[in-house]
C-alpha cells in the first residue's frame, strides 16, 4: 500500500502490489532506474564511470521508447550524436543492442531512411526471488522487463532455517528458467527479497527475532553460492517501494512512504526519488 504526497494539495494514490518475485525481476531487468538521481551519487570522476553512465542512459532511453534512430537518442539522453554513436556501437558488440532498417520508402532527394535501433530483450534475463514469512516465490523476466515465468512453493520461512528456503529458492529458480526457456548463462544476475531488516555492514538479518533461522546467516553471500550468480538482497518493503517506484504508483513521483501491511508492518521513505 502506497501513501505520499507529491505537492501539498495532491494526494498521492493507494496501490497494492502485485506478485512481488515479479516485481523484484522487473526491477532488476531494469537498466538504471532514476538514473539523474544515481549518477549524482556516483564518483563521476572517473571516465569509466562516464562511460557507463553514457550507456545506462541510452539503454534508458530506448527501453523506454523501444526503437529510436541515433539522433532521437542523442535527444532523448541530452548526449552528443557522436556519443551515441559510439555507445550504440558499443552495446551492439556487447549483444544488448540490434538494428532494424526503417520500412519507409526512399524519396528522391531524401536520402537514406535512419537506422533504428532496439534493445535485444533477448540478451539476457534477470531472476527476482521474494521470501516471505510463508512462502518462496521465483520470477524471471527479459532485459524488457517481460516476465517470462513464475514459480511458488509454500514454505514456513519465519520458524525454518536460512538453507532451506535458499534450497527451495534454487528448485523454483531452475522450474522457472527452464519454463522461461531461458538458459542460465543469460541470467544477468537475482535480486531478492527477505521479510526483516538487514544489516548493511554484515548483510544478516538486523531483527533475527523475526527470522530466528536466520540469524547471522550472510543472505547475499549464501543465496549467491546456492544459484551460482550475483545476488541482491534487500528488505521486502523497500525493494516494493522500488516497484512502486519505476513501475508502480509512485512512477514520476519523487518523494513517498510505502507502507506495507502483511504479517507485520513494514515501510520504506523514498527521498528526492
Known amino acids: ?3 505520499g504526497q507529491a505537492s501539498p494539495d495532491r494526494q498521492m494514490p493507494v496501490a497494492v502490489g502485485s506478485d512481488p518475485a515479479e516485481a523484484f525481476a522487473r526491477v532488476r531487468a531494469e537498466p538504471y532506474p532514476r538514473l539523474e ?26 527501453r523506454r521508447v523501444g526503437t529510436a534512430s541515433r539522433s532521437d537518442l542523442a535527444r532523448a539522453t541530452g548526449l552528443s550524436r557522436t556519443t551515441v554513436s559510439t555507445v550504440v556501437s558499443d552495446l551492439q558488440e556487447r549483444g544488448f543492442v540490434v538494428e532494424q532498417a526503417e520500412d519507409v520508402p526512399v524519396q528522391a532527394g531524401r536520402g537514406r531512411p535512419p537506422v533504428l535501433v532496439r534493445l535485444d530483450v533477448a540478451a539476457g534475463a534477470a531472476l527476482g526471488v521474494a521470501f516471505s514469512h510463508s512462502d518462496v516465490r521465483v520470477a524471471v523476466a527479459d532485459l524488457s522487463s517481460t516476465v517470462l515465468a513464475e514459480r511458488q512453493r509454500d514454505l514456513d ?4 532455517a536460512a538453507d532451506a528456503a535458499f534450497a527451495v529458492a534454487a528448485e523454483l529458480v531452475d522450474a522457472a528458467i527452464s519454463a522461461a526457456g531461458v538458459e542460465r548463462e543469460r541470467l544477468v544476475g537475482c535480486t531478492a527479497a527477505v521479510p526483516a531488516p538487514l544489516d548493511r555492514t554484515s548483510g544478516v538479518v538486523a531483527a533475527p527475532v523475526i527470522l530466528p533461522g536466520w540469524a ?4 547475499a553471500e549464501r ?7 550475483d545476488v541482491n538482497v534487500d528488505n521486502d518493503a523497500n525493494l516494493e517501494a522500488v516497484g512502486e517506484l519505476v513501475f508502480g504508483a509512485a512512477r514520476g513521483i519523487d518523494d513517498f512512504v510505502y507502507v506495507k501491511l502483511s504479517n507485520g508492518v513494514g515501510s520504506a521513505l523514498v527521498l528526492d526519488g
Request: glycine share 6%; proline share 2%.
Open 1 to 3: 500500500m502506497l501513501f
Open 37 to 62: 538521481q544515481a549518477v549524482r551519487m556516483s564518483r563521476m570522476g572517473a571516465l569509466g564511470d562516464l562511460r557507463e553512465f553514457n550507456r545506462q542512459r541510452v539503454i534508458d532511453a530506448l
Open 157 to 160: 520461512v519465519a520458524n525454518g
Open 216 to 219: 547471522d546467516v550472510p543472505v
Open 223 to 229: 543465496l549467491s553460492a546456492q544459484l551460482d550468480l
